[in-house]
């Protein structure tokens, strides 16, 4: 059995994209995944299943057109992939010192230095990232609400699917792995 966390992007925020995390959570449930946990609202779920990863998500892109209508795009970890997120925070603890404030965007491919560096050039506010791979850490000193270091931003600059997710909910995200795992 495989364990995986997918993370839906840009679904139930600002009224856009609804995808009813309990309609989703049974329609899995009926289509082969077990022990099928959403959190909150916004698209993050853990679902054990004897698929593999391209299958996992072609079957629930299937059924969110069915069910809802629409086409989400999705980021997909193994449970050792979500660890590593968090255990390889590049933040010096002194420089990120709000959680609340911290996120990981989750991109659809690792980023070329060429790109990197473009994006460096642009990517002068006052916000503290880290490229890590196929992750970029961010840090909002004053807050993401108004910044302009946006997951569109991003996907933009960088020509990738990306999905963001605050520390918290990563965290918690990890946390829920305890229960299918004992």
């Known amino acids: 059995m495989n364990q995986f966390v997918i993370f839906l992007r840009g679904v139930n ?6 995808v009813k ?7 899995l449930a009926e289509n082969g995944c077990r022990q099928v946990i959403t959190y909150i609202n916004s698209g993050n779920i853990w679902v054990t299943t004897e698929n593999d990863q391209k299958t996992t998500i072609k079957i629930i892109k299937e059924i969110i057109q069915l069910k809802f209508g629409i086409t989400v795009e999705m980021i997909l970890k193994t449970k050792e992939e979500l660890s590593e997120i968090i255990t390889h925070d590049p933040f010096d603890p002194k420089e990120t010192t709000d959680p609340s404030r911290k996120i990981v965007m989750m ?3 690792t980023i070329d230095s060429v790109k990197m560096d473009a994006f460096k050039k642009e990517a002068k506010w006052n916000e503290i990232y880290r490229f890590a791979g196929n992750l970029l850490y961010v840090y909002y000193p004053d807050g993401a609400g108004r910044s302009k270091f946006t997951n569109n931003f991003v996907e933009n600059k960088l ?14 995200m990890i946390d829920l792995f305890a229960p299918a795992t004992n």
């Open 13 to 18: 925020v600002g009224g856009n994209a609804t």
């Open 21 to 27: 995390m309990d309609v989703l959570k049974k329609s």
């Open 107 to 109: 991109l659809s491919k």
């Open 159 to 172: 020509q990738v699917v990306s999905t963001a997710r605050n520390w918290n909910t990563l965290q918690k």
